[in-house]
């Protein structure tokens, strides 16, 4: 079996999502198969954020992105445009693929690989291009992520559909027709794609290592300890300002408690917004790896995801997709969760395994005491540490894959 998996227009990267959720989950399917030939190619613009992130050390970090990979091929192509601007505009979109797409066919046509796994709408939509036109015999894996046009709109706050939304709702229908399977990471998402018309759907939820991040229960708090996990500015999914409405909601119900805020967000802005609640009440800090996170997570009583108040039928379908990896973070330490409804892949795991609380953000009447305490020592931290083994381990998954590629391949 030889499978490639494939990123178009992305910064490859050993850390963060990509790191993780990308290379991370593919090096664990890789190591489910027995005599496999596996590659990774990596489509990068040639003036891309790595330029500004790591500056002149963007090397390094490819390096180390080799290192995650271990024995398994990757391949960098270029893509000539600027990261930032080509990447989705009906215009533009061209540039993604003019004159990279030569690099990659010569890459397919001598690989000649049975299984092609895409991240993201771009990838795909190459893949299948390249098939056609070479007469190749790979299956495709659409593995979207997420709502790319609904989130491609919200971002360029588009109020109403236009050419560039319409043009990548097209694109995405035909992804979800031609491909041989697509992957969705929440039951929402699935749902919106099966409306959409996909040929073939699998379920496979965000990845995290349960094996280090698990429950850490050390019998009763006295303190309510709430936690906001994540990237938190006015402009991020989960803003500052709902996280504080929601906290100022909390502290009604529970007066003897805390806020922890993680996150590598400026502390200072966060600080701004929250200066209305008295400062022994807010713990700010950040951390690098599980080791650090399972630590600051082992005295926390709920996990907060705020989300934010939806403005459009593009948020509102983009919210209704969404599950997040600080969901899966929160239930594999066994730690209940509060949940915005209009986040809804999130809000639907929580219902059906009983993970915690979902609220209306505009009447929190669900916040109720009852409800709060219902959770507060419930001694069931195993439990929901176990539905997250079940659910979101990386080796559970990387078995899910596995048999994907199987049955695909008929191996």
């Not at 699935?190 to 959409?196: D, G, L, M, T």
């Not at 402009?235 to 993680?262: F, G, M, Q, S, V």
Request: proline fraction near 3%; charge should be positive; include cysteine.
């Amino acid at each position: 079996m030889k499978v490639c998996y494939l990123t178009w227009g992305e910064t490859p990267r050993s850390y963060g999502v990509f790191g993780s959720q990308v290379l991370g989950q593919f090096v664990a399917n890789t190591d489910e198969i027995e005599n496999g030939s596996f590659y990774f190619i990596s489509g990068v613009p040639v003036i891309h954020s790595g330029h500004i992130r790591e500056k002149g050390k963007y090397k390094e970090e490819i390096q180390k992105v080799k290192q995650k990979l271990g024995k398994i091929n990757f391949i960098s192509t270029p893509i000539f445009a600027v990261q930032s601007v080509a990447y989705m505009h009906r215009f533009l979109f061209k540039f993604l693929f003019h004159g990279a797409e030569s690099f990659l066919s010569k890459h397919l046509r001598s690989i000649k690989p049975d299984i092609i796994h895409c991240r993201g709408y771009g990838a795909t939509w190459l893949a299948l291009k390249i098939k056609k036109k070479y007469n190749l015999n790979y299956k495709v894996i659409f593995d979207a992520r997420g709502l790319f046009p609904e989130e491609y709109a919200l971002k360029n706050k588009y109020t109403q559909p236009n050419e560039n939304y319409l043009f990548l709702k097209k694109m995405e229908k035909q992804l979800l027709a031609e491909s041989d399977v697509t992957i969705v990471v929440s039951d929402t998402m699935a749902q919106s794609y099966e409306e959409i018309g996909a040929k073939s759907i699998e379920k496979i939820y965000l990845s995290v290592d349960t094996e280090n991040l698990n429950s850490t229960s050390s019998g009763s708090k006295d303190e309510v300890v709430y936690c906001y996990l994540g990237a938190l500015t006015q402009a991020t999914w989960h803003t500052t300002n709902d996280l504080l409405e929601l906290y100022t909601e909390l502290r009604k119900k529970t007066p003897n408690c805390k806020l922890k805020i993680i996150t590598t967000s400026s502390h200072e802005a966060i600080k701004e917004v929250f200066a209305e609640i008295p400062e022994n009440e807010i713990m700010l800090t950040s951390t690098k790896n599980t080791n650090e996170l399972k630590a600051a997570l082992s005295d926390v009583s709920f996990g907060l995801l705020p989300y934010r108040k939806s403005t459009s039928s593009y948020e509102d379908a983009v919210g209704y997709s969404i599950l997040g990896t600080k969901t899966v973070e929160f239930t594999a330490m066994g730690i209940p969760v509060i949940v915005n409804k209009e986040c809804g892949g999130a809000s639907v795991l929580t219902n059906k395994y009983d993970l915690g609380i979902t609220y209306s953000p505009k009447t929190f009447e669900e916040l109720s005491v009852e409800n709060i305490n219902r959770y507060i020592n419930d001694g069931k931290e195993i439990e929901r540490s176990n539905v997250a083994k079940d659910l979101f381990d990386y080796k559970k998954n990387a078995e899910r894959y596995r048999k994907l590629y199987q049955k695909l391949t008929g191996v």
